[in-house]
């Protein structure tokens, strides 16, 4: 259980463009999904954290007009890079967090498979 | 600086134990984790233990965490190359999870 699948798994766009990548929970319902960016060999940041029917909450630094999140249901949440330029190419990571497990994990993120963003 | 901080290599050879460390700062992080990433893959979570634990084992693998010296440890028992990975330790800190830098663990056969 608890599993997260993300799509596309790798996208390749031009410059200008804008790039929406989906993050779903297959068997559980997230009331709050988190989105993350990866450098190569570098750790993963944590770019906003989006509350199903509310608005996402940006870390400090991250454009909210440069990367809308959308959590319009307890099991999708979207990020769409707008107008995308090649420092945008990253590789982007969403996980999702169930409130009310009963197990010691309880609001454990689990993670989805990533999305390799090239910007051309 | 990081709030999380991690070597950034480690080479075993297969069968020797792998040790990898992290230090954290804020002492009042209720869950410490550890997660393991293969190439061009998202985050698999390995372990985690509770912040009133000193000691946490499951199979091959042995945390450890000395909460004094805010320390936590992940030992890999009979390295496989299966193992050659990046390991994130994370830190549970008001909702969010705060990462390391990630130790790259290469097994030499």
């Known amino acids: 259980g608890a599993v997260v699948s993300q799509h596309p798994s790798w996208v390749i766009c031009k410059s200008g463009t804008s790039v929406k990548i989906e993050c779903r929970s297959l068997?559980?319902?997230?009331?709050?999904m988190f989105w993350y960016r990866q450098f190569p060999k570098q750790s993963l940041m944590l770019m906003a954290t989006?509350?199903?029917?509310?608005?996402?909450?940006?870390e400090q630094g991250v454009e909210k007009d440069k990367f809308l999140i959308n959590h319009a249901s307890l099991t999708l949440s979207t990020l769409t890079v707008t107008s995308a330029h090649p420092e945008d190419s990253s590789f982007y990571i969403c996980?999702?967090?169930?409130?009310?497990?009963?197990?010691?994990?309880?609001?454990?993120?689990?993670f989805g498979p990533g999305t390799r963003l090239t910007v051309l | 600086g990081e709030d999380v901080e991690q070597s950034l290599f480690l080479s075993v050879r297969e069968g020797d134990s792998s040790v990898i460390n992290c230090t954290y700062t804020?002492?009042?992080?209720?869950?410490l984790y550890w997660y393991k990433q293969e190439p061009g893959a998202g985050l698999q979570l390995l372990t985690y233990?509770?912040?009133?634990?000193d000691m946490k084992q499951d199979q091959r693998l042995t945390v450890l965490l000395n909460k004094k010296d805010k320390h936590l440890s992940l030992r890999i028992a009979d390295t496989q190359t299966g193992d050659s990975a990046i390991y994130f330790c994370?830190?549970?800190?008001?909702?969010?999870?705060?990462f390391g830098q990630g130790t790259e663990l290469s097994v030499k056969p």
């Open positions: 996980s999702a967090r169930e409130l009310g497990m009963t197990s010691g994990r309880n609001n454990e993120q689990f």
């Open positions: 068997d559980f319902q997230a009331t709050t």
């Open positions: 989006s509350n199903e029917g509310s608005k996402a909450t940006y």
């Open positions: 804020d002492s009042s992080s209720t869950y």
């Open positions: 233990i509770f912040s009133n634990m």
């Open positions: 994370a830190e549970r800190k008001g909702g969010k999870l705060i």
